[in-house]
């Protein structure tokens, strides 16, 4: 069974000041260490959705196999970046896919093993901190369709999962599911 990885890299981070994609932390950018814990979790193919400072991205980033797409649409919000990315792994024969957005410098590969291990066409997962919810997002291929026609803005898939019975997983003994929005944000993984 087929689980890819969506890495959702193509916002302007205009509360940080640059786009996150390109934030440089702990000798990589987040848009390579996101990639890297998808891959290193086993999904496979693992897509990359750009669009603010794509060129940058794509000039500075390693991103090794990665399917790297350009969303056209990224000013609209992270849904039509969940469109591109979701359209592209329908081509696949995955079963399930795992949805990390870039600015989760927090998320580990166990963490998204830990999702990744309930796929199934009809999964829809998400991990939880604490009792509240966070990413990553696991959402099976039964699901996909439904998640298409709801994403828009910047709600993502948000409005499909509340709609929904989605399971929560535990993750906060493996993982920190924090977004990153502000350049102060960063001081929580200083060490």
């Not at 689980?3 to 702990?26: D, E, M, N, W, Y």
């Not at 950018?29 to 400072?53: I, Q, R, W």
């Not at 291929?141 to 709600?155: I, K, N």
């Not at 993502?156 to 997983?169: I, P």
Request: hydrophobic share 50%.
């Amino acid at each position: 069974m087929s689980i890819a990885g969506l890495l959702l890299a193509a916002g302007a981070g205009r509360r940080f000041g640059t786009p996150k994609a390109l934030v440089s932390h702990r000798g990589s950018l987040f848009v390579e260490s996101a990639a890297g814990t998808l891959g290193l979790a086993g999904c496979d193919p693992v897509v990359v959705v750009l669009g603010a400072a794509a060129e940058q991205v794509r000039a500075r980033a390693s991103l090794g196999p990665a399917l790297v797409l350009d969303n056209p649409g990224w000013t609209t919000g992270m849904g039509s970046s969940l469109r591109v990315g979701l359209t592209a792994v329908a081509a696949t024969s995955a079963t399930a896919v795992v949805v990390l957005p870039v600015d989760t410098p927090g998320v580990t590969a166990e963490a998204v093993r830990r999702l990744a291990a309930l796929a199934t066409p009809d999964a829809l997962a998400r991990a939880s901190f604490h009792g509240e919810p966070g990413h990553p997002v696991l959402i099976g291929r039964d699901h996909w369709a439904g998640v298409l026609a709801t994403s828009t803005g910047d709600a993502g898939a948000r409005d499909y999962l509340r709609a929904h019975d989605v399971l929560a997983v535990p993750c906060e003994d493996v993982a920190d599911g924090a977004d990153v929005d502000r350049v102060e944000d960063l001081a929580r993984w200083a060490q």
